[in-house]
Nanobody, 122 residues
Framework: QVQLVESGGGLVQAGGSLRLTCAAS????????MGWFRQAPGKEREFVAT????????AYGDSVKGRFTISRNNVQNTLYLQMNSLKPEDTAAYYC???????????????WGRGTQVTVSS
């Protein structure tokens, strides 16, 4: 089992940057694929990015490709999401999640954090 806590959200102007952090505790963080998802009010939870257990493979949602970068530190049990060139449509609650395999699908992630809010003003 793994427990996840996100941080780093906040209010930023369009074009700005934020770095989200997900701190993991519990067993064997380095055996899980990790993902970032986001959910805006009234919308479904959306895939943002995923990374395999070693950090050697990543994938991104089309709306964030070229702007966001996912990374992990298995020594510090931490997952990151660097977000650049932010747009108002990036406004959402951002969640980190853990899965036994690399996936872009919400239901394949068994462990979730409580989320951190990102608001991008125009």
């Amino acid at each position: 089992q793994v427990q996840l806590v996100e941080s780093g959200g906040g209010l930023v102007q369009a074009g700005g940057s934020l770095r989200l952090t997900c701190a993991a505790s519990g067993r064997a963080f380095n055996t899980y694929a990790m993902g970032w998802f986001r959910q805006a009010p009234g919308k479904e939870r959306e895939f943002v990015a995923t990374i395999n257990w070693s950090g050697g493979t990543t994938a991104y949602g089309d709306s964030v490709k070229g702007r966001f970068t996912i990374s992990r530190n298995n020594v510090q049990n931490t997952l990151y999401l660097q977000m650049n060139s932010l747009k108002p449509e990036d406004t959402a609650a951002y969640y980190c999640a853990a899965s036994r395999s690399l996936s872009t699908i919400v239901r394949e992630y068994g462990y979730w954090g409580r989320g951190t809010q990102v608001t991008v003003s125009s």
